[in-house]
Structures are given as C-alpha cells and as structure tokens.
C-alpha cells in the first residue's frame, strides 16, 4: 500500500525527516508517536503532497507508484486520505455541497442524488452529526472536536485506501474520542492507517498492529501496542540514549 | 499558485457577435442634431427634446470626473462611437417574429428559457432599442405597467414627465447629462398600490455592433405598499476597440414599498460601464441593489440610495471581479435623510492577473435624521500580488444619534486552504473556483437561482472553453 524509503524532507531549507523507512500493508494500523518537532506531521504531509516540504532523498511509493509523478487531488482521487490537524476553514462554501463535489470528485462511481444522501445520512448519525452541519460553512465557527468529526466524515464518504490521521485525537473530550474511533475502526479493515498521536489513550479504541516512536526525523524504535503504553509512561528520553 | 487555477476564474463565454444588421444607423460622434435626431426618429414630445438639448449642452460644458480611473477616462473618444442602431423595426412580443439572428443570441444566452421557467416579464434590448418585450397577463390585469421606456413615453407620457430626471437630473454627472441626452430603450415599470409582484421581472441587454454607444434609461416606481423584483443582465461581444455603457436608472419606492433591483453586469472587456444608479425610498420603504460587476474594461457605478422617509431602509449587496485589464470602480451611497432610517452595505471584490477593484462609498446621515443604523462591511480577495485593491470610504455623520459599524479586510487565498481541498480531490483550478464561489456567496444567495447558479459557473473550471 504505501512504502517510505530512506526518505529525507527538509522545510525552507531545514532538515525536517532524516532517513525514514516505513511500510503499511492494507488492513494494518500503524501509530506513530514522538514529541512535537520530531517530524510526524511533516511526513502526513508530505506523503499527501503539501508543497512546502521539499523530498531532498529517498521515496515514497503508494500502489508501486512513485508518489512524485502524482499531484495532490491525484493523490486523493488514487486513494488517499489526510484528517488535517489544523483543517483549513473555507468561508461560504457550505458542507453539503463540499461533500458531494468531493466524494464526486474522488470516488469512481460515486452515488447520486438519493443514494448520496442516503449514505451521507447514515454515515452522520455514526458520528452522530446533526443534519445542521450540512449548511454551514466548511470549518467556519466549527469547534475543535467539530471540526475532527468533519474530517471522519469525509474519510467515510471517500472510503480511502490510505488514511493519514494526523492528531486526530487532540482536544477531543472521551464521547468523541469514541466517536471519532468508531469511524477509524469502519474503514481500517479495507485501508491502510497511519495514526499520528501523542497519546495512548485514542488505543483505548483502536488496535493497532504497529506502534512506532519517532525522534529527530526518524523512527528509532517499533514494536505493538504495548511500546505506546510504554511511550506515554516514560516518555521519550531513554529513546535518546538508545539512539 | 499556478496559471491555469488563476485562468480558471472568470473566463469570458459570451463574446461572440452576430452580423451586424441594422435598419437605421447613425454615423459615427455626437452633435446637437445627433441628439434632435434620435428625438425626431422616435416622436417625441417637445418637453423631452429639450431636455435632450439641454442635457447634452451640459455633457459638452461638463469636465471628466477628476477621480476614479481618469487615464481610461480620458481615452475614451466620444466622435468613435454609434449613439443610435436600430437592428429591429419593432418589439415583438412573440420570440418567432425577432430576427434569427438576434434571438438565436437571446437564444444562447437562455432568455427565452428563463422567461417560460421563472420571471413574470421580460424585455430583451438589442444595441439601441428594445426588440422583444412581454409581461404575464396577470400582471397586466393587475394593472401592472412594463414597458420599454420608449414605449412607455409613448403610451403614459404623464406619468413619465412626472417622475422623468427627478432622481437623478440630467446635471448630476457628465454621464447621466449624457444618458439624457441620447437615452433609447431601458424600461419603465410602474406597480399600482398594494401589488405583490411575485416573479420577479427582467431585462436584458445585448450589444452587438463595434463602437456600440448603448444609453438604456430605467424608470421604476412602485408605489405604496406593492414589491418588486427586477433583474438584469448585461453581455457583449469580445472586440479590439471600445464600447460604451451607460445607463441612467431611477427607482422610486413610495410608502411602504420594496424594490429590490438586481444586476449581474458581464460585459465583455472593452466595454467602459459607466452608470448611475439611484433611488429614493419614502416613509418605510425598502430598496436593495443586489449588484454584481464580472465584465467590462472600466466599471464605474456606485448604486444610491436617498432615505427619505422614516423608517426607511437601504441594503447594497455588491461583488465585484476584476481581471486582466480590468478596473472595478464600485461602491455604494447612501443617504439617511429621515430620522429612523437604517441601512446595510456588503461589498466584495476579486482581483487577479493585475486586475483592479475599488470600493468608492458615501454614507451620510443628515444632522435632522435621528436614530440612524448603518453596517458596512468591505472584504477584498486578491488572487496573486500583481493584482490590487483599494477602499475609498467616506462617512459624513451630522448627529451623534446614530449607531455606524464598518468592517473592512482584504485576504489573499492562503495556500493552506488550497492544499487542503487539493486533498479532497478537487484540482488546483476547481479549489480555486470553490474559494471564489464561497466568498461571493452571501451575494450569490441574495440572487435568483438561476443567475446564482450562472455566476457560479463563469467563475468556475468546468466551464472553461464552452463557449455559448
């Protein structure tokens, strides 16, 4: 599904990712972990092609395909998907119609009239959504939790193969963190997912297979469920030494 | 940002141009005879040839305005323009009997379809004059008067001298001297008390000829207690030498009425848009001007409102896109002349590719108008740095009553928002077109579907290229 080799990305010129190696397989949960600064935001974003991080070594492959040759929206409508840690809010757009040119724009055959509200029907009161965020503005006035619950709403409609989840946990009280989980459990048996979090409590929901921890742009120690558990009660420090 | 989202946005769809037919053509420039011309060719009484006479005494005595955009002012050449073509011997009222040529445009421009679907009325001017013209029989019966301003001189000749330059008087400006002076087509409406226009109506102006003078002069009064709502539109054909645009409309609101007048102005880009547009509104009245500015090389229009009775209330709601060698000079005026008098003012402009939007405004609140509200509120988008921006705003507060509000702010379309749609699939051209789209939207809502959805789609990708 996606395979990361030897990747190095820098930002305006500062070494951000040094040296990174990582595969998902589809089906498979991976959660990255690390303090902030350490690079795990930047690799969510460059493997969805923000513009400003700049490859300086190494690949990315999605499918076998190198990642380079495809522009963003390729990306999306290939598959992939990034719940954004700080979504981007887009004044009079209103989330209704925001769904239905997204899901149009990415899925190969995407519903129509009825069965598109029908499935978006279901999916919101999964997430349990008020039918009012339809008519409001993307983001706009949302609360951080409303926002996150946004996110996983277009990750079910787009049913993506490759879900970059960054911080999707943070600022979430515990009935959203349960919430938000139950859409990341729905689509994960047929994706591969990348969870970025600094906390093991979103784990409390979500299994997953392969936990990582992340230092100065690199992963320096993977193993299951219990390195998270280990990771939140020691932190990082003695990751250091290791490295 | 990448050149083909930036060419995405407002692409011109309307420039073709038909034969040029015409059964009576003015030579080129303006005279006193010119003016007497026009009036003689149309019968008119001798009250309005004089006015004709003066207003073009004054056009010729008159200076340019000395703000605004007075290089493009100033090449403007009067002695290269055709003040009067008419393409079509009369107004039909049946779109079979239209020269093919003519509605095939009006064909194009999906007239007659909107016509069946949604308005109560519609007339179709075609250079100088209107040559398609109808109203719903039940507004008829109900007394309702829609008429091209031609005919309607004709027909209710007191009513017009009545109420004729009293808004907006010949001298107000060089252009409305000009207006008066060689005025043909525009409409006349007049609603009877306590008649709710429902549909709304329509009027829509083409013009085909190269170096087009087109001079439409609008006149609606509304009288106590009735609504009505009147759409425009506007397109031309793309040509390498200049046109001219300029209308003279004059709204009258009496008690209690609502007029709300709507505009989605796309000339094509060399056409100058020069047009004065205002109103009066008496005791609790309501006027709004819904005005949206895409085409044109040089627009300059600033709609008015003068409040005249209490509780009288102004809303302008304005858009303004400026593109490729394009100046948006709009705005808005308006004046709280009666105590209790409130009213709102939005304006958003666009500007890309080295385009330019101005926001020009007047708010005044007379020293004897007490309790006054106002609300502007002026957003500027630019889409790149060659493009540009500027807020003229002037306030003139005569007493301490009055509650005034103004918000101002000029963004550019962040690069975040844009990799955060990209990621949703859209191209960097569509999410361009959704940012657009969005910003417009609080005043693309306030407009028919129809022409909400229209201008939507001039602004965006999918209709790159599709020509008609």
């Given amino acids: 599904m996606l395979r990361v080799e030897n990747l190095h990305v820098s930002v305006e010129g500062t070494a951000i990712i040094k040296g990174l190696n990582l595969t998902i397989n589809r089906g498979e949960i991976h959660v990255i972990m690390g303090r902030n600064g350490a690079g795990k935001s930047t690799l969510a974003n460059v493997v969805m092609g923000h513009p400003a991080y700049e490859i300086t070594e190494g690949s990315i492959f999605f499918q076998g395909q190198p990642l380079e040759e495809l522009a963003v929206f390729e990306r999306a409508r290939a598959g992939m998907f990034l719940s954004f840690q700080y979504p ?6 209103q989330v209704g ?12 055959e995407p519903p129509k009239g009825r069965a598109f509200r029908k499935e978006l029907t279901e999916a919101m009161s999964q997430l349990e959504m008020d039918k009012s965020f339809l008519s409001r503005y993307v983001n706009d006035g949302f609360s951080g939790g409303e926002k996150k619950r946004l996110e996983i709403l277009q990750m079910l409609l787009l049913k993506p193969s490759l879900a970059l989840l960054d911080e999707t946990d943070s600022g979430l009280d515990i009935d959203a963190l349960r919430i938000v989980s ?3 459990n729905q689509i994960a048996p047929a994706a591969g997912c990348l969870i970025i979090t600094h906390y093991q409590r979103l784990l409390d929901h979500v299994k997953p297979h392969f936990v990582h921890a992340m230092i100065d742009g690199t992963i320096v120690k993977t193993g299951g469920p219990e390195l998270a558990l280990e990771l939140e009660e020691r932190g990082y420090d003695w990751l250091d030494v290791a490295a | 940002m990448s050149d083909e989202a930036l060419e995405a946005v407002g692409d011109y769809r309307y420039g073709f141009h038909d034969p040029e037919n015409s059964t009576i053509r003015f030579d080129k420039g303006l005279s006193e005879q010119v003016v007497r011309d026009i009036s003689a060719l149309k019968d008119e009484p001798q009250w309005m040839t004089d006015l004709r006479v003066k207003a073009y005494r004054h056009f010729e005595a008159r200076a340019m305005p000395d703000w605004g955009n007075c290089n493009l002012l100033d090449s403007i050449n009067f002695e290269n323009i055709t003040y009067f073509l008419r393409s079509s011997d009369k107004t039909e009222k049946d779109w079979d009997n239209v020269p ?15 016509e ?30 829609f008429l091209d301003m031609d005919t309607g001189l004709k027909t209710h000749p007191e009513l017009v001298k009545k109420f004729f330059g009293t808004v907006i008087p010949h001298s107000d400006n060089k252009f409305s001297a000009l207006n008066t002076a060689v005025w043909s087509g525009g409409s006349f409406i007049y609603v009877p008390k306590n008649v709710e226009v429902e549909m709304p109506v329509q009027a829509y102006f083409r013009i085909n000829a190269k170096n087009m003078g087109q001079f439409e002069r609008t006149l609606i009064i509304v009288d106590e207690g009735s609504t009505l709502h009147y759409v425009e539109g506007c397109t031309a054909p793309s040509y390498s030498t200049d046109s001219l645009h300029s209308a003279v409309v004059e709204l009258i609101a009496m008690e ?22 205002r109103a009066v509104a008496y005791k609790n009245a309501t006027v709004e001007w819904v005005d949206g500015n895409i085409g044109s090389k040089l627009t300059m229009k600033y709609p008015s409102v003068l409040l005249k009775g209490e509780g009288a209330h102004a809303e302008v709601i304005s858009v303004a896109y400026a593109g490729e060698g394009q100046h948006q000079d709009t705005g808005a005026k308006v004046h709280h002349l009666a105590p209790n008098t409130t009213s709102n003012i939005l304006s958003k402009s666009i500007s890309k590719k080295g385009g330019r939007s101005s926001y020009r405004g007047m708010l005044q609140v007379m ?6 509200r106002s609300k502007v509120v002026c957003d500027a988008l630019i889409l790149d740095d060659s493009s540009r921006s500027d807020t003229y705003p002037t306030m003139e507060i005569g007493n301490a009553t009055a509650d005034l509000e103004h918000e101002a702010s000029v963004s550019k379309v962040s690069s975040d928002q844009l990799f955060y749609l990209m990621s949703r699939g859209f191209s960097e051209a569509e999410a361009m077109g959704l940012i657009v789209n969005g910003f417009f939207e609080p005043f693309t809502r306030e407009l028919p579907m129809e022409y909400a959805v229209e201008l939507n789609k001039l602004l965006e990708l999918e209709m790159e290229g599709s020509i008609g």
């Fill in chain 1, 88 to 93: 981007a809010v887009i004044p009079g757009v």
């Fill in chain 1, 97 to 108: 119609t925001f769904l239905k040119k997204s899901v149009a724009s990415v899925r190969d």
């Fill in chain 1, 182 to 184: 139950k859409g990341i």
């Fill in chain 2, 100 to 114: 093919d040529d003519i509605k095939n445009t009006f064909n194009r421009l999906g007239i007659p379809e909107a």
């Fill in chain 2, 116 to 145: 069946q679907k949604w308005l109560g009325g519609v007339t179709a001017q075609y250079e100088s004059e209107a040559v398609y013209h109808s109203i719903r029989e039940d507004l008829e019966e109900q007394g309702v008067i």
């Fill in chain 2, 256 to 277: 209690g009425a609502k007029i709300r007048y709507s505009t989605v102005q796309n000339w094509s880009s060399n056409v100058y848009n020069l047009v004065t547009k």
């Fill in chain 2, 367 to 372: 020293p004897k108008a007490t309790g006054c």
